[in-house]
């Protein structure tokens, strides 16, 4: 088992260092773009299940008709991984087919889904997207109705957010990584 990103000893809870805020340094690229892709199709799949009709957003498309932005987004959240591993003071390791599964917490989804919009927020913003009722991706005037704080969500925008948390497992799995949380003695 190799240690791929490693969270360090002195931390500060729910602090992401800000060598790996944007991208990751620590996943290499063909990591992070495997992983991107695994995000992709995960969400791409949960959103046709609910009857949303392929095509009808940007991001109900397969990967190779995907726009680049929407697959920077995929990357960053993929690349996010690092940073919430060494914020929580865990690792991410690589490990053979057959691992033993991880899971979240509720308490930890609830978390890091509200960091995950957070990091979302961010992402939309530098890429120009403000507040609107309605969604545009239209120049200048880019909107989303979901850039607005937790509490504002609807519960669907809540829980597409708890999905990329609970999907984030079998992400890794697909690339052959896995979360090892450190035992509290070992944490510092």
């Known amino acids: 088992m190799t240690t791929v990103v490693n969270g360090p000893s002195t931390r500060q809870p729910?602090?992401?260092?800000?060598s790996t805020a944007g991208t990751s340094p620590l996943l290499d690229a063909?990591?992070?773009?495997?992983?991107?892709?695994a995000i992709h199709r995960r969400y791409l799949d949960h959103e046709l299940g609910k009857r949303h009709e392929a095509g009808s957003r940007p991001g109900l498309r397969?990967?190779?008709?995907?726009?680049?932005?929407?697959?920077?987004?995929?990357?960053?959240?993929?690349?996010?991984?690092?940073?919430?591993?060494?914020?929580?003071?865990w690792s991410i390791v690589s490990v053979g087919l057959g691992g033993?599964?991880?899971?979240?917490?509720?308490?930890?989804?609830?978390?890091?889904?509200?960091?995950?919009?957070?990091?979302?927020?961010?992402h939309k913003e530098r890429q120009g997207y403000s507040y609107g009722p309605?969604?545009?991706?239209?120049?200048?005037a880019k909107r989303h109705p979901s850039m607005v704080d937790w509490e504002e969500l609807t519960e669907e925008d809540r829980d597409r957010d708890?999905?990329?948390?609970r999907n984030m497992p079998a992400v890794l799995a697909q690339a052959r990584l896995q979360v090892i949380r450190r035992p509290a003695a070992d944490a510092g």
């Open 30 to 37: 063909g990591c992070v773009e495997r992983m991107a892709q």
């Open 162 to 165: 708890r999905d990329v948390i």
């Open 134 to 140: 309605l969604r545009s991706d239209d120049e200048p």
């Open 100 to 122: 033993d599964p991880f899971t979240f917490t509720d308490a930890e989804i609830e978390e890091l889904a509200r960091d995950e919009h957070v990091r979302w927020r961010r």
């Open 62 to 89: 397969p990967w190779a008709e995907l726009a680049e932005p929407l697959r920077d987004a995929n990357r960053a959240q993929a690349a996010q991984y690092a940073a919430i591993m060494q914020a929580r003071d």
């Open 14 to 18: 729910g602090k992401a260092h800000a």
